[in-house]
């Protein structure tokens, strides 16, 4: 499975962007699509995941009510609506695919290690 992620930038406090990650190859095997982001100096940190299962979605705090995760099942893509952009937003942005046969928790789906591709990231860079 190739993840790319696309449609980072510079935007100013309180506009959006909307990220987009595209899976490539074995992508039947893809059963749930987290995004995480990783600021200079801090550890990387789950903000969103989508489950291909049930279409269930799962927000960190930090981001809930501000950015949406939704699918386009037809394109192999899940896109991370990002609205309210604060200057604590900037950040590399990474979207990773879980494929493992095993159930996934509701207390691991934020977690990087839950999490078997992963895409190079895209950045994020919010001036105040």
């Known amino acids: 499975v190739q993840i790319v992620e696309s449609g980072g930038g510079m935007v100013r406090a309180g506009e959006s962007l909307r990220l987009s990650c595209v899976a490539r190859?074995?992508?039947?095997?893809?059963?749930?699509i987290g995004w995480f982001r990783q600021a200079p100096g801090k550890e990387r940190e789950g903000i969103s995941s989508?489950?291909?299962?049930?279409?269930?979605?799962y927000y960190a705090d930090s981001v809930k009510g501000r950015f949406t995760i939704s699918r386009d099942s037809a394109k192999n893509m899940v896109h991370l609506q990002l609205n309210s952009l604060t200057p604590e937003d900037t950040a590399v942005y990474y979207c990773?695919?879980?494929?493992?046969?095993?159930?996934?928790?509701?207390?691991?789906?934020?977690?990087?290690?839950?999490?078997?591709?992963w895409g190079h990231g895209t950045q994020v860079t919010v001036s105040s």
């Open positions: 989508l489950a291909f299962t049930d279409g269930s979605t």
């Open positions: 190859g074995a992508t039947v095997s893809i059963n749930t």
């Open positions: 990773a695919a879980h494929v493992r046969d095993t159930i996934v928790l509701i207390d691991e789906l934020l977690l990087p290690q839950t999490y078997d591709y």
